[in-house]
């Protein structure tokens, strides 16, 4: 984990020499299992993480479940980044969906950092901007009436977002019909319908909750 967050943490790679080491000293690493939760709702905001390997699910609902909100975290992304000097305490929940590993610092040591380090500041800014937009994208496209059409939607920000190519586009991650289900705002019964007519029109293949997306121009969003 140590060399992977060397290698792959952008955030090291634009500090000082002296912060750079800062960082280093007073980062952790852990490796849980599928199913543990990292925070709920509401708990301390007093660390941030990277997510070296595996999926992580973040999710929020209301008291009465009216309204429940679901998107995914996958590796080599930080988080969270909202509430960055503000936020005392997390707004929704964090929980693995594979056994992952991260690294972590306390929250107070990164926003020290940010202060005294302006391209780290720039960095986390640009982060912060790229999440907006992804929730922007999510609005446009998973807000149609149509459930049918926001499921299909969802796949293809599943795809660009998380996506890796090999001989074709697929999640290597095991993606679930429940989770695919809140991700849509639909049930799991027009979801199993849509992927099974997707199947049928060789536009996916999805066997043992592994999604592979055989005609991938299908999902391209318009930018």
Request: charged residues 30%.
């Amino acid at each position: 984990m140590r060399e992977y967050v060397k290698d792959n943490f952008d955030c090291l790679k634009v500090l000082t020499q002296e912060n750079r080491e800062r960082l280093e000293e007073n980062m952790y690493y852990r490796t849980f299992p599928k199913g543990q939760i990292l925070f709920n709702d509401g708990d301390l905001r007093d660390r941030i993480f990277v997510l070296c390997s595996g999926l992580i699910r973040i999710e929020k609902n209301d008291q009465t479940d009216s309204f429940f909100y679901t998107d995914f975290i996958s590796e080599g992304e930080l988080f969270p980044v909202n509430g960055l000097f503000e936020a005392a305490c997390h707004d929704f929940s964090a929980i693995a969906v594979t056994e992952i590993e991260v690294a972590y610092v306390a929250t107070a040591v990164l926003e020290q950092l940010m202060v005294a380090d302006r391209e780290l500041l720039k960095m986390i800014v640009k982060k912060q901007g790229r999440v907006l937009e992804q929730q922007v994208t999510r609005m446009q496209y998973c807000i149609t009436s149509s459930a049918h059409d926001r499921v299909i939607n969802t796949l293809a920000i599943l795809m660009k977002k998380h996506g890796k190519l090999d001989e074709s586009w697929y999640i290597p991650y095991p993606i679930m019909i429940n989770d695919l289900a809140k991700f849509s705002g639909t049930t799991r019964e027009t979801v199993s319908q849509v992927l099974k007519q997707l199947i049928k029109q060789k536009k996916i293949s999805y066997q043992y909750k592994e999604l592979i997306f055989i005609d991938d121009a299908f999902f391209q969003l318009d930018e």
